[in-house]
């Protein structure tokens, strides 16, 4: 093409659009979109549409660089408050009329540039290596830039010898800060490892995996806290106890009982009052503690209080720190400018220019690649969904199935229940044997069962159903799964905390809290075998077999919803148990830890990558509110309803002589106040925020107005989008009839008499 | 190689602080790494051409090394070569501390495969083909392809020209919580 002359190439366009024409007119939509497509306009119009001021970006248009830097520095002047004259003609659009000439450039360049170094002038000295470094020019351009800016001054001594001392602290702050980030971040857990699971099985199981490190984090944290501020302090002051024998057999392990159930794993190993630091061990006397004569010196520590106000301290940093994190979660899913989808930014971000190692690089690739197929996917079939009434039916027999059996193993968990108390009864009774001791792991079983068995029901079920979008099956599937494990859960907590707690001695027990304790321990371990078992023979053996005897050529596909659900079923039952047994947080670490390693090599063994790719984009947003409202909340609920409703034990525990547990915090409360009454003001809080629910009221009032207003806002900023955007595709069409008009003009000068000229511009929105 | 801050002048080091995003030791460490590519030719030349830049190991399995040399280069041959000042750009650019708008300007130059300003239907094509590989069987369908591309025109064309201007592409980019994490490249 470059060797036909311009006379030429304009005849040939104007042959090509001719024939373009005919075929356009029946396509008027590619029209709207393609107006400014390259090859249908002559040399001249592509000129001027190659010397916009929108696509002039490159290094030959330093110009436009400039004059953004113009209007940049100026802001940065007015916002100062220093000189008040605005010089600037720099509105871009105005500048089109000076293509032809290219000397005229050159001077408007220099006239520009030496604008730009007055403005750089009168800026001070941060701004002006802020806005310099800030400016997308080369390196050789903003040298000589700077030496102009610089010339007028006192020479080269502005470099090294006026530099401020506290733009070196902030600098030196800042990379302190960056030092800090960077060792934050290197600490990343398991990132390898994450980062090949993602390559290769997508975001959907990547969350999974996301999911067990921030269960992991919750974990260290209520660890930490009540390792630091209960078990260590119980530890190294231990409360005299009678030494009872008991036979060392392995399965203490597994139930807790034994010589576990008197350590400081649980709730009654520890004492209801206060350690004095300076006391030694033979001075104790049995059961009250170290002597009170204290001399002011030494630090009392008063454990019961220290249990009850650690216990609330840990839920309430972790409500916060939930609610805060599935709030930042919906923030980045719901934008206030709802664009149509993820593509765009998919395609222009995710490339992470880190990756250097030619592996690495690869499997990124096949990241992006899961990931645009998946997008793509679900783009499609949101066009192809359509609603049907057909399979009404087997929907309503579907979720009759479904209900059903969630209730009847409620049901039965709950009848087995009794029926083991009613056991144990008579076992306490008798002789404690082994068998005896195996058979509190029974409960434990038969609800790790259903919760195994169920799920695949579940599964079957919904492979009857014919669900339109991967989306919606998946959800249906949570919600049974959740339905599941909330009765299940429900069930056992009215167990415990209905019958046992209300009546200890109907059921045998001096202390009730450590058999809850020691229940919720059982839970936790029983369920980490069974998920063992089930990933050993479920997936590694159903692989061998659909392989093998039924010679499928496909590995089994993950199945995500069940395993977070497990994993929130773990969670819950450690929340619950924090009250009962502070070091239960430990063993869900260890679980965790087995669990991740476990499965990642399970995955990598037995499973593939879905065939079918849809996008899990979502899903971290929709664990963590699960995380948060059924589970830490139902954990929430049932903590407190034990703290402030429920008897404490009286021959054990922290809160042995107290009615009530939270009468500790009252207590003290009012032994301030008659100690100190500089500090009576507190208990006065603490009535009022306790005690007083009229408090509450208006706390909850305002929340909901500063919500209220939150919205108001959102609305008008989507309103004032939505109103640019319109404004912005008018200027576009704007754009489009002038070009259009421009390519008509030029060609009824060129081809005055010739028969193809045509006196309308094509295309023109009048 | 030698000590080699003295071979870079205590004036220039501070001016280059001052002009880019990189600290001291980054700038040392970038002039020791260009001076490695420069040390096998003629002492004399200032500018390492495009094959030695590629060799280097962070750019070396990049599909998009081709691009970066190219927008970095301020020769008159527009053959990709740099000079160590664009060198120092190229560093500066991808560095921890550089602007949002610092870097969603040379990654739209980058992305602009043919250099004309915008971002039309062959450079997306051609972009989606670096991201997604080599091989012919992470490649995108034609079918897909398309698809895609009408999509991403739909998601950011705001002004319906069929093409991405810089504005609507930063305007992508502001959105996207992790792109200043990505785009980085470091020694």
């Known amino acids: 093409m470059e060797v036909l002359t311009t006379e030429g190439r304009d005849r040939l366009a104007s042959h090509m659009s001719d024939v373009r024409e005919q075929a356009d007119e029946r396509s008027e939509e590619s029209m709207q979109t393609n107006l400014l497509v390259r090859n249908r306009w002559s040399a001249a119009t592509l000129r001027v549409l190659s010397s916009m001021p929108s696509r002039s970006v490159g290094q030959q248009s330093r110009l436009e660089i400039i004059s953004q830097c113009n209007i940049r520095s100026t802001q940065l002047r007015r916002y100062h408050r220093q000189t008040q004259d605005v010089s600037l003609s720099s509105r871009p659009s105005i500048r089109g009329y000076g293509i032809e000439a290219d000397s005229e450039d050159v001077c408007e360049e220099e006239t520009k540039r030496q604008e730009l170094v007055n403005n750089l002038q009168s800026l001070s000295a941060g701004d002006r290596v802020r806005m310099l470094r800030a400016t997308p020019l080369s390196l050789a351009e903003k040298t000589k830039l700077r030496k102009r800016v610089f010339s007028d001054k006192v020479g080269q001594s502005l470099l090294s010898s006026q530099v401020p001392c506290c733009s070196l602290l902030k600098r030196a702050l800042y990379h302190i800060l960056f030092g800090c980030l960077f060792i934050v971040s290197s600490l990343q857990l398991w990132q390898v490892a994450l980062k090949r699971l993602g390559g290769r099985f997508g975001t959907g199981v990547l969350s999974y995996f996301l999911f067990i490190r921030t269960l992991l984090l919750f974990n260290v944290f209520l660890f930490l806290i009540n390792g630091l501020f209960l078990v260590l302090p119980q530890a190294i002051h231990p409360p005299l106890h009678t030494p009872s024998s008991h036979r060392v057999t392995g399965l203490e392990l597994f139930t807790g009982t034994g010589y576990l159930s008197n350590s400081v794993m649980f709730y009654g190993y520890y004492t209801n009052s206060t350690i004095n630091t300076s006391c030694r061990p033979d001075e104790a006397t049995a059961g009250t503690g170290c002597s009170t004569t204290s001399d002011p010196h030494m630090m009392a520590y008063n454990i019961p209080l220290a249990y009850f106000f650690t216990i609330c301290i840990t839920f309430f940093i972790t409500g916060i720190v939930l609610v805060y994190s599935m709030s930042k979660s919906f923030g980045r899913s719901f934008r206030v400018f709802k664009s149509q989808g993820n593509l765009a930014i998919k395609v222009f971000c995710s490339w992470d220019f880190k990756v250097s190692k030619k592996m690495s690089v690869r499997l990124q690739s096949e990241n992006i690649t899961t990931q645009l197929k998946e997008l793509l996917s679900e783009v499609k079939g949101g066009e192809e969904e359509k609603g049907r009434l057909s399979g009404m039916a087997v929907h309503l027999l579907a979720w009759s199935i479904s209900l059903g059996s969630t209730f009847f193993c409620a049901l039965g968990i709950h009848c087995f229940a009794k029926h083991m108390h009613l056991r144990r009864l008579e076992d306490v009774e008798g002789e404690v044997s082994l068998v005896h001791e195996a058979r509190l792991l029974a409960l434990p079983g038969v609800v790790s069962c259903g919760n195994l068995l169920l799920p695949g029901l579940f599964n079957l079920v919904s492979w009857m159903e014919n669900f339109n979008s991967p989306i919606v099956r998946l959800y249906v599937s949570i919600f049974r799964n959740l339905l599941l494990k909330v009765s299940i859960l429900g069930v056992l907590c009215y167990h415990w905390l209905g019958k046992i707690a209300a009546e200890p001695q109907q059921h045998g027990l001096q202390c009730w809290e450590s058999f809850v304790g020691q229940e919720l321990y059982r839970f936790l371990l029983v369920d980490f075998i069974f998920t063992v078992l089930y990933t050993v023979f479920g997936e590694f053996i159903w692989k061998l077999f659909s392989q093998g005897v039924l010679r499928r050529r496909r590995k089994p596909v993950f199945d995500i919803a069940r395993n977070v659900l497990e994993l929130i079923y773990g969670q819950t039952l450690t929340w619950l148990g924090v009250l009962f047994t502070p070091l239960l947080p430990a063993v869900q670490i260890l679980k965790l830890l087995l669990l991740f390693h476990m499965k990642k090599s399970s995955l990598l063994v037995n499973c593939q990558a879905s065939r079918k790719p849809w996008r899990a984009s979502q899903m971290s947003t929709l664990f963590i509110s699960l995380l948060c409202f059924p589970s830490f909340l139902g954990a929430t609920v049932s903590v407190t309803y034990t703290i402030w409703t429920i008897k404490p034990s009286s021959g054990c525990g922290p809160f042995r002589n107290l009615p009530f547990m939270f009468h500790s915090g009252k207590q003290w409360a009012q032994e301030l106040k008659s100690t100190n009454p500089k500090l009576a003001w507190l208990n006065w809080v603490h009535g009022c925020l306790v005690e007083n629910p009229f408090f509450l009221f208006l706390m909850a009032g305002v929340f909901l107005m500063v919500i209220y207003v939150q919205t108001q806002i959102l609305d008008g900023q989507r309103k004032i989008i939505s109103l640019l955007q319109d404004q912005i595709e008018n200027e576009g069409k704007d754009k489009k009839f002038l070009i259009t008009r421009l390519q008509a003009v030029h060609e009824k000068r060129q081809y005055p008499l010739s028969p193809s000229s045509r006196p309308q511009p094509q295309g023109s929105e009048v | ?187």
């Open chain 2, 1 to 187: 190689m030698g000590t080699t801050a003295s071979q870079l002048g205590k004036d220039l080091l501070s001016e280059y602080q001052e002009l880019t995003f990189l600290t001291k030791q980054e700038i040392l460490l970038a002039h020791k790494r260009f001076s490695e590519l420069l040390s096998k030719e003629d002492r004399n030349l200032t500018s390492v051409p495009m094959e030695k830049v590629l060799s280097l190991p962070e750019l070396k399995s990049n599909p998009f090394r081709k691009r970066i040399c190219h927008v970095f280069s301020t020769s008159d041959m527009k053959d990709g070569s740099l000079t160590f000042e664009d060198f120092l750009d190229l560093l500066s650019a991808f560095s921890d501390s550089a602007t949002l708008e610092i870097k969603s300007h040379y990654a739209f130059r980058i992305f602009d495969f043919d250099d004309d300003g915008t971002l039309d239907g062959g450079d997306l094509e051609k972009l989606v083909n670096c991201l997604t590989g080599e091989t012919e069987d992470t490649r995108l369908t034609p079918e897909e392809m398309r698809q895609l591309i009408s999509n991403i025109l739909e998601e950011s064309d705001i002004d319906k020209d069929g093409t991405v201007n810089l504005s609507e592409f930063q305007h992508v980019i502001s959105r996207s919580p992790d792109f200043v994490s990505s785009f980085k490249i470091v020694l």
